[in-house]
């Protein structure tokens, strides 16, 4: 493990990639975990030393106790201890199932995912996998602008969705393997969210690319968003931006087509 850098190599530190430097970040994340985990286990006092010795279930019980409190930095290291101690007990599994919940309310969403994903490929069969999925698509989720945002009225529409796909496909194959999960119904909301905005992000890169003149691009968004997120009330947005793009083209028959679907689909239209 390399922790020390000579000066020479630490000067072209900054010249290192993108996917390099965010491992990186992941490795220095999980040192400075594995530093908390000593500091609170030998600040333990006798009695907590004891724990070590009475076995997992204490280890356990003591990272559930700090986790009902609210205290996540302690429940995180009680679970890590019981994870790096007794790896083949029971408990160990659902200690990993609570890290993920850790982090995720510890407002950690990367290192929740990498959680989640970690113990679904290790555990593919586990009947907890459908939490897995659900904590990634939260991690994912952001459901209201943030402070700034709302402050100078950003319109969410015009930015790309960025994590807004990973949350709708996290939640879409939740439904999709486990459509009886106590999570589904959760997930089956929010993903009309992000559905309805993943389609207005597809409407207003149509927008663009017609008022730029590319009109063929223009049908393939607004045909991306028709094909993939039905249902959308954004789809009425989006046939109409075909309609107006076929007529610019002189595809005149496409474009009558296009007025049929949405007179047939949105007869206020």
Known sequence: MLIFYENKKYLHYHYLNKPTLLFMIKIH??????????????????????????????????????MADGNYPTALAYFQALEANYPFSNLTRQAQLDIIYVYYKSSQPELAIDAAEEFERENPTHPRVDYC????????FDESPN????????????????NTLQAFQSFQELLRRFPNSQYAPDARERMIFLRNRL????????????????????????????????????????????????EMIGMNNLASDARRILDENFPSQ
């Open 133 to 140: 999925l659900y904590i990634i698509g939260l991690s994912y």
């Open 29 to 66: 994340k999980k040192i400075s975990i594995i530093c908390l985990i000593f500091i609170v286990l030998s600040s333990c006092t006798n009695s907590d030393n004891d724990i070590l010795d009475e076995g997992g279930e204490a280890l356990y019980q003591r990272g559930i106790e700090s």
């Open 199 to 246: 389609a207005a992000y597809e409407n207003h890169v149509a927008e663009y690319y017609i008022r730029r003149g590319a009109y063929l691009a223009a049908i393939n968004r607004a045909k991306y968003a028709l094909e993939h997120y039905s249902g959308s009330p954004e789809l009425e947005i989006s046939l109409t931006l075909m309609i107006n793009a076929y």
């Open 147 to 162: 402070f700034l945002e709302r402050w100078f009225s950003v319109d969410l529409d015009i930015r790309p969705p960025k």
